[in-house]
Every structure is written in C-alpha cells, then in structure tokens.
C-alpha cells in the first residue's frame, strides 16, 4: 500500500474510533439521565411513605425529594428537588429555598426553577387557564390554575412579593446562548376544592 492510500486508511480508522467514542458517550449520559429518574422517583415513592423523613436520590446526594408536579395536558410528571442550585437542575426541578413553603404557595411566593432545555421545556407550551397539581410529602395534593405567563428579567423579583406558585426558566427556548438574562416565568393560583368542582375534571393519570 502507498503512503497515500496507507494514510488515507489510517484517517478513516480515526474517524471511525472517534465517532464509535462519540456514540458510546452519548449512550452512557443517555444511560445516566434515565438512572438518575428512576432513582429520583423511588425516592420521592419512599419520601411519601416516610413523610418525615428527608430522602436523598442517591447516598451522596446533597439534596432530597420535596414534592411532585403533574401536567396532565403535557404527560408531564416531575419530581422537584430541594434547592435550585446548577447541579441539582441538572437532575430535576428544583425548589428555591428562599421562597415559601411548598404546602403555603395561598400565603407565600413559592418558586421552582427548571432547565429550559430539558425538565422545563414544555413550559413553553404552557396556556393562561391550564390546571396542574402538586404533591407534597405529607401525600396531599394541591391544585393550580395558571394565572399568568410572562417574560422577566432575572433580576426581577416584584413578582415574589404576591402569593402563588411560580414555575421559572430561561428565555427564549431553543436559543444558543447559554447566558441569557431573561425569565419565563409561569404564574399559578391555587384552586379550592370548591372551584374546583365547578371545573371539569383533572386526572392526574397517565
């Protein structure tokens, strides 16, 4: 074989390895996320079981499961984490601590952020009037209505300051720049049981 061809030959065995390499870490982060969900929802079942008791995904964790969030008109059901730090949105959304209780959003600004690319994603087809509903660890579930949708700068925090429950992500979705300044930011009230009954059914079922 010439040097040229013999070349040629080498380069395409390189390329070969590297896309084999490319594939096999695609496969292993894919593998990694789909552990890490099943993990996050035995624990969220055993946190139901054990409301006391604050139950980390995984032994080094450094956070636990606080409640679960259902949009039935999405197929969406996400396990929220406590905290809203980078590594624990990588894994789920999470609560901002520095908000209000989750079982007290009546009284309280109670906040859960999310990726804009992963957990959150659907938000953007989220409509004013949408019902959800949330569980917390004592088992009870609370519903929402959504009561407004708009775009915020991250430093705007006026919004905090009226009771509710408020899912956040960064805006706009689908954009390449990673270091947007721009919130979209989902409002929701709580519904009575009262109004709810006069509101068509929710099924929390999928």
Same mark, same amino acid.
């Given at each position: 074989?010439?040097?040229?061809?013999?070349?040629?030959?080498?380069?395409?065995?390189?390329?070969?390895?590297?896309?084999?390499?490319?594939?096999?870490?695609?496969?292993?982060?894919?593998?990694?996320?789909?552990?890490?969900?099943?993990? #996050?929802?035995?624990?969220?079942?055993?946190?139901?079981?054990?409301?006391?008791?604050?139950?980390?995904?995984?032994?080094?964790?450094? &956070?636990?499961?606080?409640?679960?969030?259902?949009?039935?008109?999405?197929?969406?059901?996400?396990?929220?984490?406590?905290?809203?730090?980078?590594?624990?949105?990588?894994?789920?959304?999470?609560?901002?601590?520095?908000?209000?209780?989750?079982?007290?959003?009546?009284?309280?600004?109670?906040? #859960?952020?999310?990726?804009?690319? &992963?957990?959150?994603?659907?938000?953007?087809?989220?409509?004013?009037?949408?019902?959800?509903?949330?569980?917390?660890?004592?088992?009870?579930?609370?519903?929402?209505?959504?009561?407004? #949708?708009?775009?915020?700068?991250?430093?705007?925090?006026?919004?905090?300051?009226?009771?509710?429950?408020?899912?956040?992500?960064?805006?706009?979705?689908?954009?390449?720049?990673?270091?947007?300044?721009?919130?979209?930011?989902?409002?929701?009230?709580?519904?009575?049981?009262?109004?709810?009954?006069?509101?068509?059914?929710?099924?929390?079922?999928?």
């Amino acid at each position: 074989m010439d040097p040229l061809s013999s070349g040629r030959a080498l380069f395409c065995y390189a390329l070969l390895a590297l896309g084999l390499a490319l594939m096999a870490s695609g496969g292993y982060v894919q593998a990694k996320a789909r552990l890490a969900n099943h993990l #996050i929802e035995d624990a969220w079942q055993q946190a139901l079981a054990e409301p006391q008791r604050q139950v980390r995904p995984w032994f080094y964790a450094d &956070t636990h499961v606080v409640a679960q969030l259902k949009f039935p008109a999405h197929q969406q059901k996400l396990t929220v984490l406590s905290g809203a730090s980078g590594r624990n949105l990588a894994f789920g959304p999470g609560h901002l601590l520095a908000s209000g209780a989750l079982n007290n959003s009546r009284e309280q600004s109670v906040l #859960i952020a999310g990726h804009n690319d &992963t957990h959150f994603a659907f938000l953007q087809h989220v409509q004013v009037g949408e019902r959800f509903a949330m569980q917390t660890q004592d088992g009870l579930w609370r519903h929402f209505q959504v009561s407004d #949708i708009q775009v915020v700068d991250q430093d705007d925090s006026g919004f905090m300051t009226r009771p509710g429950l408020y899912l956040s992500t960064c805006y706009p979705f689908n954009a390449l720049a990673t270091d947007t300044r721009w919130r979209w930011l989902v409002a929701a009230k709580p519904v009575s049981e009262y109004n709810l009954a006069l509101l068509t059914g929710l099924s929390l079922s999928f």
